[in-house]
């Protein structure tokens, strides 16, 4: 998604291009488990797709999130992608994909989870992360706009709202995928509740 650049100290602040993103991993800590597989899509463009497995960098998993992508370590040894390689090609989908003169915003459901893999990932390997220090999380922005609890933003919950609740496949493109459109849902939503709400032209009569 394209969005206009909002006002801004900078003369010239550049338009963003949200890009959702879903990553599987051999645990939950960068620093000892492994980034398996990368997805990622534009928002507004969800046919503009990466994909990318990954070898794992240690050998410490969780049988649990093992069992949820359906990866192997010994599987993803011999046919991943070197980390750096990895990285650098996913860099050159995202300079290919987002028009010149625009910034790539990082977008996730849970979207802390699968940055701090993704940026620790591009700076450990290539010493640069082109999606800067910031995200957006979708469950976020559906707590702000909708009012609801923390514990109403699982998916579970907003997946029967907007995604005819069908659940994630765990592939980390499909999952990209359909966070993309999970996400043009809720700005449609979004939208439709703020022109809904009375003016205060409306609400001083």
Request: glycine share 6%; charged share 20%; proline share 7%.
């Given at each position: 998604?394209?969005?206009?650049?909002?006002?801004?100290?900078?003369?010239?602040?550049?338009?963003?291009?949200w890009i959702s993103v879903d990553v599987e991993t051999s645990g939950p800590a960068p620093s000892i488990h492994s980034l398996l597989?990368?997805?990622?899509?534009?928002?507004?463009?969800?046919?503009?797709?990466?994909?990318?497995?990954?070898?794992?960098?240690?050998?410490?998993?969780?049988?649990?999130?093992?069992?949820?992508?359906?990866?192997?370590?010994?599987?993803?040894?011999?046919?991943?992608?070197?980390?750096?390689?990895?990285?650098?090609?996913?860099?050159?989908?995202?300079?290919?994909?987002?028009?010149?003169?625009?910034?790539?915003?990082?977008?996730?459901?849970?979207?802390?989870?699968?940055?701090?893999?993704?940026?620790?990932?591009?700076?450990?390997?290539?010493?640069?992360?082109?999606?800067?220090?910031?995200?957006?999380?979708?469950?976020?922005?559906?707590?702000?706009?909708?009012?609801?609890?923390?514990?109403?933003?699982?998916?579970?919950?907003?997946?029967?709202?907007?995604?005819?609740?069908?659940?994630?496949?765990?592939?980390?493109?499909?999952?990209?995928?359909?966070?993309?459109?999970?996400?043009?849902?809720?700005?449609?939503?979004?939208?439709?509740?703020?022109?809904?709400?009375?003016?205060?032209?409306?609400?001083?009569?």
């Amino acid at each position: 998604m394209t969005v206009p650049p909002a006002a801004s100290r900078d003369a010239s602040p550049r338009p963003e291009v949200w890009i959702s993103v879903d990553v599987e991993t051999s645990g939950p800590a960068p620093s000892i488990h492994s980034l398996l597989s990368i997805g990622a899509c534009l928002v507004d463009e969800p046919d503009k797709t990466f994909y990318i497995e990954l070898k794992p960098t240690t050998d410490v998993a969780v049988e649990s999130a093992l069992k949820v992508s359906g990866f192997t370590l010994e599987h993803l040894s011999a046919t991943g992608a070197e980390p750096a390689e990895a990285m650098e090609r996913f860099e050159q989908w995202l300079t290919a994909a987002v028009p010149p003169g625009h910034v790539p915003v990082f977008a996730g459901f849970n979207a802390p989870f699968d940055w701090m893999f993704v940026a620790d990932w591009f700076e450990r390997f290539l010493g640069r992360n082109p999606f800067g220090h910031s995200a957006i999380d979708i469950k976020s922005y559906y707590l702000g706009f909708a009012g609801r609890t923390w514990a109403e933003t699982s998916m579970a919950n907003v997946s029967l709202l907007y995604l005819e609740g069908r659940d994630l496949a765990h592939n980390a493109l499909e999952d990209a995928i359909d966070q993309a459109e999970l996400f043009r849902a809720m700005i449609a939503d979004s939208h439709s509740r703020r022109a809904a709400r009375p003016t205060e032209s409306e609400v001083d009569e």
